[in-house]
């Protein structure tokens, strides 16, 4: 090929700008990578999970305007790894002809839990009963009228559970109604969901209108954090599932979402569902379609944002198990690199995405991915993926499994065989 031709075509790729240097931007470069592009970041800092592997790199604030303007120029989008750029700057880039996606009357529903709360009682989907806090006497009258127990949210900001206090009884509503609005933070305060489990629906929609659904997630967090998925979630009945997914489809459309929107579930003791949340981005409950689904969630952002056809969103296997890999509250001697060694010598199936982050207690660092085998006990799967995620963040197998022991005790039959 002559220089010139191949100058133009390497010009011709689209570039996609991403506010926020994460782990999701980082795996959304991967994506890009493969589709031969390069994702433009705006990381807060050169050491972010997504600054580290992208060339094109703004380093900037999401809140400073300037620094968006910078990562949005000559992009051919601008989308998000975070929900937290303040809604009238990403007005005011629309107004000076870049194009965001989703666009900002969409991502306010990610942004905004009371307008996201608003927005889908009056589409009719399926909400836990809510109030907008306005003093601390509103919170105690609430909790009172719930039956004591309630959750408190900031309306904006949170994350991981950063943000969400369950509050036991009514008294406790008020003082941490208190607390907040002495701050200035907006809070509302919600009924607290007696649930069997929590749910995904996780969906994409592209600029030109078109839908596509990843099968429903369980998901199982811990103190607020998603430490473990389950693809798709056992035992949910076929009518739940096609109408968890079908409610992702209508509010994607609904809302105008581009890009991948989830949708979090709560699945109530009686089978119904209600949403909690959503997220429009590559979400921690889609991880698992990196190695479990045809087309991974960040492939299908990129898709949705630069208007592709989306890709098929089938699932490889009968399950699949994500599981996070969490900081433990002591960092092991072992080096990462060494606990990796290990894992691979022992769990050469074990699918694993490190982001690239210093450890800190409870901090997520990466995930593990297993594919299930035909006819594998789930129980079992999981306990693989756990026990995977374990060791990388805490040098320690959770059967007590001694690599160097020079005997087969504590060994599982299927360990001896391998
Ligand atoms: N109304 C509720 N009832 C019971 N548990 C809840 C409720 N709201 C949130 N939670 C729990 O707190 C977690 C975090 O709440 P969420 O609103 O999703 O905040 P975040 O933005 O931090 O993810 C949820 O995944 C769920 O486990
Ligand atoms: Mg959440």
Known sequence: MPESSRTRSAQAAPVVAMVGGGQLARMTHQAAIALGQSLRVLAADAGDPAAQVSPDVVIGAHTDYD?????????????????????????????????????PEALVHAQDKLVMRTKLAALGAPVPRFAEVTTAAVAHRFAVEAGGTAVIKTIR???????????????????????YLADGVPILIEERVVMRRELSALVARSAFGQGAAWP?????????????????APELSEGTAAAAAQLGLRLAHELGVVGVLAVELFETLD???????????????????????????????????????????????????????????????????????????????????????????GRKLGHVNLVGRPGEDLRDLRER?????????????????DPHAGDDAGRTDEEKQA
């Not at 949170?158 to 036991?168: A, E, I, Q, S």
């Not at 993926?385 to 499994?401: I, K, N, Q, V, Y």
């Open 67 to 103: 620094a968006l303007q910078r990562v949005a120029k000559d992009a051919t989008v601008l989308t998000f790894d975070h929900e937290h750029v303040p809604t009238e700057h990403l007005a005011k880039l629309v107004a000076d002809g870049v194009t965001v996606a989703p666009p």
């Open 157 to 179: 900001g949170g994350y991981d559970g950063r943000g969400v206090v369950l509050v036991d009884d009514p008294a406790q509503a008020r003082d941490v109604a208190q607390r």
């Open 216 to 232: 429903v997630v369980q998901t199982v967090q811990r103190d607020g954090i998603c430490v473990e998925v389950i693809a798709p």
């Open 271 to 361: 089978g119904a569902i209600l949403v909690n949340e959503l997220a429009m981005r590559p979400h921690n409950s889609g991880h698992w379609t990196m190695d479990g689904s045809v087309t991974s969630q960040f492939e299908q952002h990129l898709r949705a944002v630069l208007d592709y056809p989306l890709g098929d969103t089938a699932a490889l296997a009968p399950t699949t198990v994500m599981a996070n890999v969490l900081g433990a509250p002591q960092i092991p001697a072992m080096s990462v690199d060494e606990r990796i060694h290990h894992l691979f010598a022992r769990m050469p199936e074990a699918k694993v995405h490190l982001y690239g982050k210093a450890e800190r207690p």
């Open 385 to 401: 993926a756990e026990r995977a995620a374990h060791w990388l963040s805490h040098a320690e197998w959770t059967d007590g499994w």
